[in-house]
């Protein structure tokens, strides 16, 4: 059996090796290392593949997140309502620009932002809603966008874990995640479901004149070459990785495929068992497993994770802390909350390794390890 890791980065790229190598040969030969037609194709073929109009590359999918609050205009008193239950860059940046993140309860089910409570939590300072497609499980996109419509309210999809997801409103129609709300923020650290061998991270608009903005803040405010119309960062996405990326994308489904096949195997495995709770599945969006995630009840979590690792399986808790407990955000009366079902599913979360690479050999070893633990 190969050793197990939560990702298996090595082995996939061993499966393209050829075509990536060849690509990236190809932009040091060019010495085209930033911007240029590869980092524009690239761009250009990521938003077809999204059915967005736009796509906006940058360094990464923090950077995304900033730039995106910057462009629509948020300041220093706004708030915006987002999970407590998510990777803290969702809500560092808010708090970065002076911002204050409002934390709302998650679904225990989709472990996504709530979107019953999100109304409550509205004030006159709201000026966004940042919900999180958490382990590539879709939130609620179309209770939430109603709730920004009546509220005149900006969406801006942290969709870092949910590139793939096709989403199904009520009346049929689909768009992928990360397309639907005004902006929506990816990241492609290497082991997302698109996974550069490096950072970086993209915006997608369907607004021309908000596209724009992206475009100027990510490179110093610049309307045209050394005049800068508005304070902006440096953020790029360079053209080795556009490169490796854009080979990557024309796996992207064939990926998301493996990982739906990964946790149907695992899902089988563990249905019967009523200590754990497997990954919730509804119709209206289709899981694109970014990770997997078990709810574990009545069984020594943290004592599962140790005795996985004792027995070389590596396993992650995502996450052990939720945001509104980070000490960064005593200064926003963070310990003040009270989130219940954030609180209750960080003692109880699981991830167990999920890959394109993952085969059954290595996966009947992690459940019986997993079993073996629960059952005792
Ligand atoms: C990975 C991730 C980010 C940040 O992406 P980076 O490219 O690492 O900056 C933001 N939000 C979520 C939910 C993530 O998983």
């Known amino acids: ?75 220093s008193g706004d708030e915006v309502i987002t999970p407590s239950f998510t990777y803290i860059a969702t809500v560092e940046v808010a708090a970065l620009l002076g911002i204050k993140p409002i934390f709302v309860e998650v679904d225990a089910k989709t472990f996504c932002i709530d979107p019953a409570i999100i109304e409550k939590a509205i004030t006159p300072k709201t000026k966004a809603i940042v919900p999180v497609h958490l382990y590539g499980q879709a939130a609620n996109m179309e209770a939430i966008m109603k709730i920004a419509a009546a509220h005149h309210l900006f969406v801006i999809e942290d969709n870092a874990q949910g590139i793939g997801n096709n989403y199904t409103f009520s009346n049929g129609s689909t768009k992928k995640t990360g397309s639907i709300g005004h902006i929506g923020c990816t990241s492609f650290y290497p082991s997302k479901n698109l996974g550069a061998y490096g950072d970086g991270g993209a915006m997608f608009t369907d607004d021309d004149a908000l596209a724009d903005k992206l475009r100027m803040i990510a490179s110093h405010g610049q309307s045209k070459r050394y005049y800068h119309d508005v304070i902006g960062c ?12 854009d080979i990557k994308l024309t796996h992207l489904d064939e990926y998301i495929t493996a990982r739906r096949k990964a946790a149907d195997f695992y899902d089988n495995a563990f249905a019967n068992n009523k200590k754990i709770t497997v990954p919730f599945r509804d119709a209206n969006n289709k899981h694109v497993f970014h990770q997997y995630t078990l709810l574990v009840e009545g069984v020594d979590r943290d004592g599962l994770h140790q005795f996985l690792a004792d027995n070389a399986v590596p396993s ?22 009270h989130l219940p079902v954030t609180d209750w599913l960080t003692e109880r979360v699981i991830s167990l390794p999920i890959h394109t690479e993952l085969d059954e050999e290595q996966q009947t070893f992690i459940i019986n390890k997993v079993l073996e633990f629960v059952n005792k």
């Open 234 to 245: 440096n953020s790029r996405l360079d053209a080795v990785q556009a490169a490796i990326l």
């Open 316 to 337: 992650m808790i995502y996450y052990p802390v939720p945001a509104h407990r980070q000490k960064m955000f005593d200064a926003f009366g963070g310990s003040s909350y």
């Open 1 to 75: 059996m190969r050793p197990l890791q939560m990702v298996d980065t090595k082995t996939q790229y061993h499966k393209i090796k050829t075509e990536v190598d060849a690509a990236v040969l190809a932009v040091l030969e060019s010495s085209a290392f930033i911007g240029g037609k590869v980092v524009s194709t690239f761009a250009e073929n990521l938003a077809k593949y999204h059915g967005s109009k736009h796509c906006i590359p940058c360094a990464n999918g923090t950077d995304a997140l900033q730039i995106a609050m910057m462009a629509l205009g948020l300041k």
